[in-house]
């Protein structure tokens, strides 16, 4: 068991607990269900069928919009503590609210650090240099509008922040169970893994030689590795001493620039960079606007992160195996 394990392990309020995780099927979720279990726990997963997880672990089948389907689903369940991974919308937490109200004694919601984001028009951005500590974005005092159309996929798409935002105020104001949201850097590493494929898009171009598109003044921002999110949420789920917003972010703040020498680095090649137009798309992790997180609450209530620049390595060479792969 990893370091990061046990001290979630010696963390444990009382031994294994009742868990239900809401989607866990991918990604850094898929190894959260498999922490759990390697630690003890008793799990149960929903999610709408499409993929089934690990044979030891409950499954049940249920639309998450669907508040009837949900609750017959549930039965008279009750969990310690549920973990949702895929609520990205103040409806889909009002639903969740009304549902496990009076099943769970606490909730947990993965959020992102996409909350801080100044180009949605609603933050200032924060003094560059300054990682931005939770109280920047408080839920508690976060307005909420279900009546906006959060049904519709491109809406969602283009208000995803918002969302998210939203999402967390509905959840801080149910009151009747104590709620943590999760607010996750850049997720990389896992290889193929990977679903955003956005440190794939720099390992084939760097290794191509081809050009990266960056602003003219780029900013810095942080990330974290999808093995130590799931070590972050497993904990977080199973420290009853955690609630509130919290930042989940390796150490260590880098611009487009610093990641591109790094993956060049392993790569023995060298980047070429381009510099966009005003307006233009510039390649991923290219800021021109500053909204990277401070981890202190994180470390203050006894989380260890890792530096970004111990782990990035590895996930580049992952990456690079994963592009070399034949498809099949």
């Given at each position: 068991?990893?370091?990061?394990?046990l001290?979630?392990?010696d963390?444990?309020?009382?031994?294994?607990?009742?868990?239900?995780?809401?989607?866990?099927?991918?990604?850094?979720?898929?190894l959260?269900?498999?922490?759990?279990?390697?630690?003890?726990?008793?799990?149960?997963?929903?999610?709408?069928?499409?993929?089934?997880?690990?044979?030891?672990?409950?499954?049940?089948?249920?639309?998450?919009?669907?508040?009837?389907?949900?609750?017959?689903?549930?039965?008279?369940?009750?969990?310690?503590?549920?973990?949702?991974?895929?609520?990205?919308t103040?409806?889909?937490?009002?639903?969740?609210?009304?549902?496990?109200?009076?099943?769970?004694?606490?909730?947990?919601?993965?959020?992102?650090?996409?909350?801080?984001?100044?180009?949605?028009?609603?933050?200032?951005?924060?003094?560059?240099?300054?990682?931005l500590?939770?109280?920047?974005?408080?839920?508690?005092?976060?307005?909420?509008?279900?009546?906006?159309?959060?049904?519709?996929?491109a809406?969602?798409?283009?208000?995803?922040?918002?969302?998210?935002?939203q999402?967390?105020?509905?959840?801080?104001?149910?009151?009747?169970?104590?709620?943590?949201?999760?607010?996750?850097?850049?997720?990389?590493?896992?290889g193929?893994?990977?679903?955003?494929?956005?440190?794939?898009?720099?390992?084939?171009?760097?290794?191509?030689?081809?050009?990266?598109?960056?602003?003219?003044?780029?900013?810095?921002?942080?990330?974290?590795?999808?093995?130590?999110?799931?070590?972050?949420?497993?904990?977080?789920?199973?420290?009853?001493?955690?609630?509130?917003?919290?930042?989940?972010?390796?150490?260590?703040l880098?611009?487009?620039?610093?990641?591109?020498?790094?993956?060049?680095?392993?790569?023995?090649?060298?980047?070429?960079f381009?510099?966009?137009?005003?307006?233009?798309?510039?390649?991923?992790?290219?800021?021109?606007?500053?909204?990277?997180?401070?981890?202190?609450?994180?470390q203050?209530?006894?989380?260890?992160?890792?530096?970004?620049?111990?782990?990035?390595?590895?996930?580049?060479?992952?990456?690079?195996?994963?592009?070399?792969?034949?498809?099949?």
């Open positions: 068991m990893s370091a990061l394990l001290m979630a392990a963390l444990q309020d009382g031994g294994m607990h009742k868990v239900c995780v809401i989607g866990g099927s991918r990604y850094f979720g898929k959260l269900v498999k922490r759990l279990r390697a630690t003890g726990h008793r799990v149960t997963v929903i999610n709408r069928g499409s993929t089934r997880p690990p044979a030891d672990v409950e499954h049940l089948v249920a639309d998450r919009n669907d508040e009837a389907a949900l609750t017959a689903a549930l039965g008279s369940r009750t969990f310690d503590v549920v973990v949702d991974q895929v609520c990205y103040p409806v889909q937490a009002a639903v969740a609210a009304r549902v496990f109200k009076g099943r769970s004694r606490r909730y947990l919601m993965t959020s992102t650090l996409e909350v801080y984001d100044p180009a949605t028009g609603v933050l200032s951005a924060g003094p560059a240099g300054t990682p500590p939770e109280e920047t974005v408080d839920p508690a005092a976060w307005p909420v509008s279900l009546a906006l159309p959060w049904h519709d996929e809406y969602l798409d283009a208000h995803y922040a918002e969302g998210k935002r999402a967390e105020a509905v959840f801080t104001r149910a009151g009747d169970f104590a709620f943590a949201a999760v607010r996750s850097a850049h997720v990389l590493g896992g193929a893994r990977e679903f955003t494929g956005r440190l794939a898009h720099y390992v084939e171009r760097i290794a191509q030689g081809r050009e990266l598109a960056v602003h003219a003044r780029t900013l810095p921002t942080v990330f974290i590795h999808y093995e130590e999110l799931a070590d972050l949420l497993l904990w977080a789920a199973t420290a009853t001493h955690v609630t509130g917003p919290l930042n989940a972010c390796s150490d260590g880098l611009d487009v620039h610093d990641l591109a020498s790094i993956i060049a680095a392993q790569l023995g090649r060298k980047p070429l381009r510099t966009v137009a005003a307006g233009e798309t510039a390649s991923p992790f290219s800021l021109d606007r500053y909204y990277a997180m401070s981890n202190a609450r994180a203050e209530l006894g989380f260890a992160f890792s530096p970004t620049v111990d782990w990035l390595p590895g996930a580049v060479a992952e990456a690079r195996t994963a592009s070399a792969a034949p498809t099949v």
